[in-house]
């Protein structure tokens, strides 16, 4: 399920970083010690003592729990770096922040505290950078709020000449600073100005987070590899923990233990039994079809006895099915056409059993019976070909079977009763207990909330969902706004006990006041672990995870093994001599510098051929890569009357606009019976153009022949050739 959420998200218009970074994130105080920040509150001691190594001038990553009040912490760090400087000179403060509505909350609170203060707070984000000067915004104000990649643009493009214009830069979660992600882009440039011997001041560099986590690391040593790379991406010389006033710490914040629970699973599941049938007789109409033409795609199929149903091992192998199917090919087109769109349609039924059979592990059946019903009615409404109606057919049959087994009382998922009863169990402890229970997917939360609203024994608790923005095929996110509203009801109205949430929406959302923190069936790594239990901030609270697995409670343990690891680690380098731990920092950047520079050198070939784009589910011609055309380096359109006849538009639900675009339709093939989505239809200035996505379909090289398929566009080094007005029709 999850996959599915990576492979159908909708185009990027609205961010230009990589999808990975759009899952809400939240501030990481909560609104009432922000609340706070705007009077000239008395800092808590162990905030000052956070606070001392960066005031002192020092390179520092403070480590600190979730909602212990690091915002609080950075505006005494800003505001004694802005004051320490003599008359005539001026600090420049840069405050990043990765996510929209952490960089929203965190601009009001700077400005707040710093304008009456007489200082001059902006922000820029990717969604109001179009139309305004970064350099301005930068020359004419004392702190700028970014998210990062506006600086990383600006840094490439030349608008901001060098770091040197700043004098202290603050990396809100700081433990992102790796691979590719903008902050470490930010910090490549300072490296290399740093290590290149320029006679330029750098800025000092901030970093806050709640877990510097330790990666893969299995011992200490490795963690300590991990810990100390972490420190020289980001030029840091201390470490900054609680240590004096802890105590006062764990009376502010309260790090609720975690408990396991294992609980039972099906021992019989008949609703399992019969949607494996018809897996099986739909993977025997695909392998059939494959025998007969004899191709090698019948070895990738040919492991299906290895395969278990209903998991996401299962997901992942039907994926590498289904992309092999679509770069078949005959010397017949129609027919390739034919035998390609089937097959298509036989591996994306066999993906939405397995996902209804996941379903049914972890909720009830009628829940995975639903999921199926409003699948074969989508299917129903659009192209409807025969393969479809025969597949539609094969279900029906089974229908009524299925029907009673969903409404059979015996055939209760044993995994719920134990939810059910731990749910009954502790608000007959305390009646005022609130609850935020995490599950895998969305489709899960959503079944789950079913549950708990048709559950006379749970009546009593009114539940809420919050989902992630992303997109699937089956749900559109949940929006901005429809977050907060979600996150509201549950802070305030007092019926509303329980709020059910997935795992794309745990990093750093702040929900104050619950005390019961369920994982149903839910892992994470070591920095959404903390994070997670960040949550329960109530005093009193409890954090419990719920599996049917053993494996789980192993896994969880190693989190648990990894986060002392951490600690020990931390404790371990701040008892190093600060010189020593600068000199091993300064070995590490030398090397990673040396790595970066060699790997610059190997620019991606780029392939001038003139190559054919077809249609990745019905393999229809769509339209040659000369007359693609990239617009703003990241969005691709198609020229040409010709591409106009390929593809049929439908008005968009939700019309848009982003920078420079208005979304207005999306655009389907206009092959018969195919409809795959291909992209959307936007206002471009005075154009209106389509905007393709890459994954919709195969790429062809006209000489050979030979397919490929490309998830990004950057991954496809064809010739690109900006947009250009001149060369559109008046
Ligand atoms: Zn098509």
């Not at 001392?52 to 770096?81: D, M, W, Y």
């Not at 691979?179 to 910090?187: A, E, T």
């Not at 009673?404 to 995994?415: I, Q």
Request: hydrophobic letters at 35%; charged letters at 25%; one cysteine or more.
């Amino acid at each position: 399920l999850e996959n599915e959420e990576m492979e159908t998200s909708d185009i990027q218009i609205f961010y230009k970083e990589e999808p990975d970074y759009q899952n809400l994130s939240q501030n990481s105080s909560p609104p009432s010690e922000v609340s706070h920040t705007y009077s000239p509150l008395k800092p808590r001691n162990y905030q000052l003592e956070l606070a001392l190594p960066a005031k002192e001038g020092k390179n520092t990553i403070i480590c600190a729990p979730t909602g212990c009040g690091k915002t609080f912490v950075s505006l005494l760090i800003c505001e004694h770096h802005l004051k320490k400087f003599p008359q005539g000179q001026k600090g420049k403060v840069v405050f990043f922040a990765i996510q929209v509505p952490v960089y929203e909350q965190q601009k009001s609170v700077f400005s707040n505290y710093f304008e009456r203060r007489g200082y001059k707070v902006a922000g820029i984000s990717g969604e109001t950078s179009e139309n305004v000067s970064v350099e301005q915004i930068v020359e004419n104000n004392d702190i700028i709020i970014l998210t990062p990649q506006i600086l990383v643009n600006s840094l490439k493009s030349g608008t901001i000449p060098s770091l040197s214009v700043f004098t202290l830069m603050i990396f809100d979660e700081c433990h992102n600073t790796s691979k590719h992600h903008p902050y470490n882009m930010i910090m490549f440039n300072y490296l290399d100005q740093k290590l290149g011997g320029s006679s330029d001041l750098l800025p000092q560099v901030v970093g806050l987070t709640a877990s510097v986590g330790v990666g893969d690391a299995k011992n200490t040593a490795e963690a300590m590899e991990y810990i100390c790379k972490l420190c020289a991406s980001l030029d840091t010389s201390v470490i900054s923990t609680v240590k004096e006033n802890l105590q006062e710490l764990t009376e502010v914040v309260y790090k609720p233990e975690k408990d396991f629970r294992k609980v039972e699973s099906w021992t019989t599941n008949s609703f399992k039994y019969i949607i494996s049938q018809l897996m099986r007789e739909t993977q025997s109409l695909a392998k059939s079809i494959l025998d007969e033409l004899g191709t090698t795609t019948v070895e990738n199929l040919s492991h299906i006895q290895n395969q278990d149903f209903g998991t996401q091992k299962y997901e992942q192998w039907i994926i590498a099915v289904q992309k092999a199917c679509v770069v078949f090919q005959l010397p017949d087109k129609a027919e390739e056409s034919r035998i390609c769109k089937a097959l298509f349609l036989y591996t994306s039924h066999l993906r939405k059993y397995n996902d209804a059979l996941i379903i049914s592990e972890h909720a009830r059946i009628k829940d995975a019976l639903d999921y199926l019903k409003d699948f074969f009615n989508n299917v129903r409404a659009a192209g409807f070909d025969e393969t479809e109606q025969d597949l539609t057919r094969r279900f029906e049959e089974k229908l009524q079977e299925l029907e009673s087994v969903s409404m059979d009382p015996s055939n209760e998922n044993p995994k719920l009763q134990d939810l059910c009863f731990i749910l009954q169990e502790e608000y007959h402890l305390n009646p005022e207990t609130r609850t935020i229970l995490f599950a895998k997917t969305r489709a899960l939360v959503d079944a789950l909330k079913k549950w708990i609203e048709e559950n006379p024994k749970l009546s009593f608790l009114r539940p809420g969902i919050l989902t992630g923005r992303g997109k699937t095929s089956s749900n559109t996110g949940m929006t901005l706004p429809a977050q907060k509203c979600a996150l509201d009801a549950f802070r305030t109205d007092g019926d509303n006990r329980i709020l059910i949430t997935t795992s794309v929406a745990d990093e750093g959302i702040d929900i104050a006041q619950c005390n019961l923190v369920i994982l149903y069936e839910y892992v994470g790594n070591v920095i959404k672990m903390i994070q997670t239990r960040g949550r329960g901030r109530a005093k009193g609270s409890k954090c419990l995870l719920l599996t049917s697995d053993a494996d789980v409670i192993e896994k969880e343990k190693i989190n648990m093994y990894k986060e002392k690891m951490m600690n020990d680690c931390i404790l371990n380098l701040q008892a190093w001599n600060e010189a020593v731990f600068k000199e091993k920092i300064h070995q590490i950047q030398i090397h990673e510098k040396f790595i970066r520079d060699s790997q610059g050198k190997a620019e991606p070939v780029l392939d001038k051929k003139n190559k054919k784009l077809l249609c990745r589910k019905c393999k229809a011609f769509a339209c040659y890569t000369a007359d693609i055309r990239v617009i703003e380096e990241c969005h691709y359109t198609v020229v040409g009357d010709a591409f106009k006849e390929c593809f049929v538009c439908e008005k968009h639900p939700k019309p848009k606009s982003f920078g420079s675009f208005e979304k207005r339709a999306k655009i389907f093939c206009a092959g018969e019976n195919c409809r795959h989505d291909w992209g959307i239809y936007v206002k471009y200035r005075a154009f209106e153009i389509p905007v393709i996505k890459i994954q919709s379909f195969v790429v062809e090289d006209i000489a050979t022949g030979v397919q490929t398929l490309y998830a990004k566009w950057t991954d496809f080094h064809f010739e690109k050739i900006p947009f250009d007005a001149a060369e559109m029709p008046q």
